[in-house]
C-alpha cells in the first residue's frame, strides 16, 4: 500500500499544505467538502499505516520463539498474504476485488492477535515502530506470491477443462469451437 499522493508527496503534509492556504475559499460550500475529504484522506492514511506497522508487528511476533507454534502457523499465512506482491482476489474485480484488502486481512490480523501473548505482541509493535522510524521496509513474500499464482493457474487450468468439456458436449454448432479450442 503506499501511502504517497502521485507526485510523491506525503498526503498528509499536502492536506496541511492544502489546509492552511492564505487564500479564503470560493464559497463556504466548498470549503467545507473540502474539508471533510480532507479529514476523510487523512483517516484512510491512518489507517493505512496501522495495518502496515500492525502487519509488521505480526512478522516480527511470528518470529518469537514465545509465540505459539499454531499461531505462528496462522500469522505466517496473514503476513504471507499482506506482504504478497500479488491478491488472491485481484483489485480490479470490482466490489470482490477490495473485499480481501477491506474484510479478509483485518479479519485474519484479529484473529491472529488474539492468539499471540500480550507481551510478545507489545514487544513486536515496539520494534516495529522502531523499524518505521528507521525507514526499514517489510521484506516482500515472494513463496506467498507464488502460492497465489499457482491458485490462479490452478482455476485457470480448471476452467479450460470445463469450457473444453462444455463446447464438446454441445452438438448445436460446438464442433467447430472445438476443434479450434483443441488444436491450440
Request: hydrophobic share 55%.
Amino acid at each position: 500500500m503506499s501511502d504517497r499522493l502521485p507526485s510523491g508527496r506525503d498526503p498528509l503534509l499536502a492536506a496541511e499544505e492544502g489546509h492552511h492556504n492564505s487564500t479564503p475559499p470560493a464559497d463556504a460550500e466548498s470549503s467545507s467538502s473540502t474539508s471533510a475529504v480532507h479529514r476523510a484522506w487523512r483517516w484512510v492514511v491512518a489507517k493505512a499505516r496501522e495495518l502496515k506497522a500492525e502487519v509488521l508487528a505480526l512478522y516480527l511476533a511470528m518470529d518469537d520463539p514465545r509465540t505459539p507454534w499454531v499461531t505462528r502457523i496462522g500469522a505466517a499465512f496473514v503476513v504471507g498474504y499482506a506482504l504478497s506482491p500479488l491478491d488472491l482476489i485481484p483489485d480490479f474485480i470490482p466490489v470482490l476485488g477490495l473485499l480481501d484488502d477491506i474484510i479478509l486481512l483485518p479479519l485474519g490480523i484479529w484473529l491472529v492477535r488474539m492468539a499471540i501473548p500480550a507481551e510478545v505482541l507489545a514487544d513486536a509493535r515496539e520494534r516495529a515502530a522502531g523499524m518505521i522510524a528507521r525507514g526499514e521496509r517489510p521484506p516482500v513474500n515472494w513463496v506467498a506470491g507464488a502460492v497465489v499464482v499457482a491458485i490462479w493457474l490452478a482455476c485457470a487450468a480448471w476452467a479450460a477443462v470445463a469450457l473444453r468439456g462444455w463446447l464438446q458436449s454441445d452438438k448445436e454448432g460446438g464442433d467447430a469451437i472445438a476443434a479450434a479450442v483443441s488444436g491450440m
